[in-house]
């Protein structure tokens, strides 16, 4: 995207100031997740790993083995080690259009699918992420965690408009978790990585799930 600002300073483009806008591949839309949550590890090198994955996966499309998935650091790796089995793909991966490894690609498809927006509220790993964000939210964001949250992810702050849209979903989730604390704790217990038993659970998931809402923004799998 060019700005009439960037189209003065830089008309040639020379420093990089705008380009074309697409959605992020799919290691990347992982990774980035990870890593606004203080999750990703950027250890180089070493084996594959099996990070989470929907139970019986392989054993229903392929009839062998089931998958044996990691724990602890393993799950948050890098995308480009995660363990890839042709026949059974990992399905976040094939969602956003990961290339299949039957054959080199040059370049990579992209789609937009409702498969999508529901890898990114439901599965494990980014329900995990959201809520270790929230926690950074909590614990980092000073006197405004929405705002500090909103730029992790997407780089600015959020406009007036896009506030009051966080500050409406967080005392919605709020008042929902309240009432209903179980539902609290259910969610607080996707993943593997410990929950800060200092904060309180209502209120962790009321920004959990404002976490995901911001996950699940365009601009956080797309580059502007």
């Known amino acids: 995207k060019s700005t ?21 591949p799919a290691e990347m839309v992982r990774d980035q997740a990870l890593l606004t949550a203080g999750l990703l590890v950027e250890k180089q090198g070493g084996p594959s790993v099996k990070p989470y994955q929907p139970a019986g996966l392989w054993k229903e499309l392929s009839g062998g083995e089931d998958y044996p998935q990691d724990h602890g650091e393993a799950l948050y790796r890098r995308s480009m080690y995660t363990f890839w089995k042709r026949a059974s793909p990992p399905p976040m991966m094939a969602n956003f259009d ?3 490894r039957e054959a080199c690609m040059v370049r990579e498809n992209r789609t937009n699918t409702p498969l999508q927006a529901l890898d990114l509220m439901n599965d494990v790993t980014f329900v995990e992420a959201a809520r270790r964000l ?5 614990k980092e964001g000073g006197p405004n965690p929405l705002a500090y949250g909103f730029r992790l992810v997407t780089s600015r702050r959020p406009t007036e408009n896009e506030t009051r849209i966080l500050n409406s979903a967080l005392q919605y989730n709020r008042d929902r978790f309240q009432t209903d604390p179980t539902a609290a704790t259910k969610l607080l217990e996707q993943g ?3 929950r800060d038993p200092k904060l309180n659970p209502s209120e962790l998931a009321a920004y959990t799930t404002v976490a995901s809402l911001i996950f699940n923004l365009d601009e956080a799998v797309t580059r502007q």
Do not use: I, Q, V
């Not at 009439?4 to 992020?24: G, I, Q």
């Open 4 to 24: 009439p600002d960037a189209t003065e300073k830089d008309p040639n483009n020379r420093l990089l100031s705008h380009a074309p806008r697409f959605r992020l």
């Open 98 to 100: 990961a290339a299949g």
């Open 134 to 138: 929230a926690e950074r939210m909590l």
């Open 192 to 194: 593997e990585s410990p």
